[in-house]
């Protein structure tokens, strides 16, 4: 299955390079890209083909149960211009261009410095013959690390005024899971980067893998009322739980189920929740009109004003 | 009857099979595997995990290892060309492409993601030098003193030289858009040129051009034929293998071959196997008649080795 999966989304990808990109690229002289324009056809055909899954899976779920009816869909609209944005690879590839040559440079350095850096298969030589299980190691490692930007993000004044952006949405769906401030998505990339400096990056041939989990990230953030179950609950992060941490009264420092993937890290640092009929109104009553209904454009200047706010306004208390 | 006589076909069959074939190693850059083929049966006898992102591969200069470089791994892997075992481990940081010195001394690592060079001891391999380029260093090629390397960069449009000797940068000469692979051949170098449809010839003395090659858009790695009577180049855009006269540099024939040729080795009986980037599959040509049929491996298949095994048996 996994092995279809890939050939199947590497026929495509090669079919559309060598048909259409490549010739381009050529024409253009880009020819230098050539492999990395590669790798970003198959993330913008894979983005694509898990925002067709997402909706697949969860639209009817949304229409089947939900926990509201739909009252602002001008709002949705704004999460799917940040989910196309992102999971198409626009924006990461415009981030991938721009930092290429610093990149290089970091890279540069770290080996300068005698720094091999190992991953979890140097670290534990077991894994090498079992790449499915390093891949499943590096997803709950990685949970972990995202459990604690999710912390910080609440934690932090300056941080909190970007990531506010994704907890203002009144009108939660399964699209809301992208509706991140650039600022933010390119903090996320920093603070993965530092990860992959002491465990390295995760074997990338496993997408069936990861389509799975981008499934239960955006059915996380999904209008339905769904609950895993006294265990389930406890294992995967359902529905139900991400909204309890999208609710209104979880905004800001007094956050409850930060989990993305595992609720484990919730209940190890007791910020878990698992009362499993609570259902509640989400937003940020504090949070401008502007980052509930405004545009992605109008979302993203906001954001970026109000962290500046939050910096300032502690370097003058 | 009808038993028999397959009976008798299968016999048939395997007297006409060798009893080592040939091995022939495949690199799938994206899947972070090796391919183990049988060039016989054309059948993957063999998959080894790699760590993330395999691409370049050379024999040690003894015959004795395949070096097997993984880039997003920061690792080489030293395995048995005649039976794909692995020896041993090395961590080197992010290797892309790599050769040895033909005097064997010196083992020379480009890194294309940290615009590096690196040299090393053979024997440890032990860096000795590590040199920052400028954007891309991509492939290499050794004066037969051993005394210089010649590096693409293929950011930067230029070959560099670096002296083996002082370890230090010699000169840099523009040569055309992404320049990618390059060769020595009887005092000159000969460079693929990815942003053109020509090869370029360029004299390390006087570090100009001194003509083109046409082979088809996109002109990439060049490798000259274990016999001596043939370059094979590769062009990655449209496709094709180009046969050139070592004599007189001129093209003798196209093969156009779709699925992005990229990296080219020659089993005994001379056929070429080409990766097919593109396509997930390698190619195998038979250059007297162009006639070519392809094999499926994993995703993105870059480096390619045949080892040959027949003379094993006897």
């Known amino acids: 299955m996994l092995d279809a999966f890939n050939r199947a989304l590497d026929d495509v990808t090669g079919w559309i390079f060598e048909a259409a990109v490549q010739p381009a690229m050529y024409a253009l002289g880009l020819m230098d890209w050539a492999d990395d324009a590669l790798q970003w056809i198959e993330f913008g055909l894979f983005g694509l083909f898990t925002i067709l899954v997402v909706y697949a899976v969860c639209r009817p779920?949304?229409?089947?149960?939900?926990?509201?009816?739909?009252?602002?869909?001008?709002?949705?609209?704004?999460?799917?211009?940040?989910?196309?944005?992102?999971?198409?690879?626009?924006?990461?590839?415009?981030?991938?261009?721009?930092?290429?040559?610093?990149?290089?440079?970091?890279?540069?350095?770290?080996?300068?410095?005698?720094?091999?850096?190992?991953?979890?298969?140097?670290?534990?030589?077991?894994?090498?013959?079992?790449p499915l299980?390093?891949?499943?190691?590096?997803?709950?490692?990685?949970?972990?690390?995202?459990?604690?930007?999710?912390?910080?993000?609440?934690?932090?004044?300056?941080?909190?005024?970007?990531?506010?952006?994704?907890?203002?949405?009144?009108?939660?769906?399964?699209?809301?899971?992208?509706?991140?401030?650039?600022l933010d998505e390119i903090i996320a990339a920093l603070w993965f980067g530092t990860l992959a400096l002491l465990i390295g990056v995760p074997p990338g041939q496993f997408p069936l893998l990861v389509l799975i989990m981008r499934l239960a990230e955006s059915l996380s953030h999904a209008n339905v009322r769904l609950s895993f179950g006294r265990l389930g609950e406890r294992l995967l992060v359902s529905p139900r739980f991400h909204r309890v941490h999208h609710g209104?009264?979880?905004?800001?420092?007094?956050?409850?189920?930060?989990?993305?993937?595992?609720?484990?890290?919730?209940?190890?640092?007791?910020?878990?929740?698992?009362?499993?009929?609570?259902?509640?109104?989400?937003?940020?009553?504090?949070?401008?009109?502007?980052?509930?209904?405004?545009?992605?454009?109008?979302?993203?200047?906001?954001?970026?004003?109000?962290?500046?706010?939050?910096?300032?306004?502690?370097?003058?208390? | 009857m009808r038993r028999l006589a397959a009976l008798l076909m299968l016999c048939l069959l395997a007297a006409a099979r060798p009893a080592a074939a040939d091995l022939v190693y495949v690199l799938n850059s994206t899947d972070a595997t090796i391919s183990i083929l049988d060039a016989f049966t054309r059948q993957e006898v063999r998959r080894i995990p790699a760590l993330r992102e395999v691409h370049h591969l050379v024999l040690s200069p003894d015959g004795r290892d395949l070096l097997i470089a993984d880039s997003g791994g920061n690792e080489i892997f030293f395995v048995d060309p005649a039976t794909g075992d692995v020896r041993r481990r090395e961590r080197i940081s992010n290797p892309y492409h790599?050769?040895?010195?033909?005097?064997?001394?010196?083992?020379v690592i480009a890194s294309l993601r940290r615009n590096q060079v690196d040299i090393y001891d053979a024997n440890g391999p032990t860096l000795l030098a590590r040199l920052r380029m400028p954007e891309k260093p991509s492939h290499m090629a050794f004066s037969p003193d051993a005394r210089v390397v010649y590096v693409t960069l293929q950011g930067s449009g230029t070959v560099a030289a670096i002296s083996l000797e002082t370890r230090q940068p010699l000169w840099e000469a523009p040569v055309g858009r992404e320049p990618a692979g390059i060769i020595w051949h009887r005092g000159r170098l000969i460079v693929g040129i990815m942003g053109s449809e020509n090869f370029v010839v360029l004299n390390p003395q006087t570090q100009q051009i001194e003509r083109t090659i046409p082979v088809g858009r996109g002109a990439h790695t060049i490798f000259p034929a274990p016999d001596g009577?043939?370059?094979?180049?590769?062009?990655?855009?449209?496709?094709?293998?180009?046969?050139?006269?070592?004599d007189t540099l001129e093209v003798r024939r196209l093969i156009e071959l779709p699925g992005g040729p990229d990296c080219i080795a020659f089993d005994p009986d001379g056929r070429i196997w080409a990766t097919l980037r593109w396509a997930g599959r390698i190619a195998r040509v038979d250059?007297?008649?162009?006639?070519?049929?392809?094999?499926?491996?994993?995703?993105?298949?870059?480096?390619?080795f045949v080892h040959p095994r027949r003379a094993e048996r006897n």
Do not use: C, K
């Open chain 2, 98 to 107: 790599l050769d040895f010195s033909p005097d064997g001394r010196h083992l």
């Open chain 1, 61 to 130: 779920l949304e229409a089947w149960r939900p926990v509201e009816p739909v009252t602002d869909r001008g709002a949705i609209r704004t999460d799917i211009v940040y989910t196309l944005l992102t999971r198409l690879g626009l924006l990461p590839m415009v981030a991938f261009v721009l930092l290429a040559s610093l990149q290089a440079w970091w890279a540069g350095l770290v080996a300068d410095s005698g720094f091999v850096p190992p991953t979890l298969e140097t670290l534990i030589p077991g894994l090498r013959e079992m």
């Open chain 1, 248 to 317: 209104v009264m979880s905004a800001a420092e007094h956050g409850r189920n930060y989990a993305v993937l595992f609720p484990v890290w919730d209940w190890i640092f007791g910020t878990a929740d698992f009362r499993r009929d609570h259902y509640p109104r989400t937003g940020d009553p504090e949070a401008p009109e502007a980052l509930a209904t405004g545009g992605w454009l109008r979302q993203q200047v906001v954001g970026l004003r109000r962290m500046a706010g939050a910096i300032f306004r502690r370097g003058a208390a």
């Open chain 2, 229 to 246: 009577r043939a370059l094979w180049a590769t062009s990655r855009v449209q496709s094709r293998l180009a046969e050139i006269d070592p």
């Open chain 1, 133 to 182: 299980l390093a891949f499943l190691l590096y997803v709950v490692i990685l949970d972990f690390g995202e459990y604690w930007r999710h912390r910080f993000q609440h934690m932090f004044g300056w941080w909190w005024a970007l990531h506010s952006i994704h907890h203002a949405q009144r009108q939660m769906t399964f699209w809301t899971d992208d509706r991140n401030h650039i």
């Open chain 2, 287 to 304: 250059p007297r008649s162009g006639e070519f049929e392809t094999i499926r491996v994993g995703r993105s298949p870059h480096g390619i």
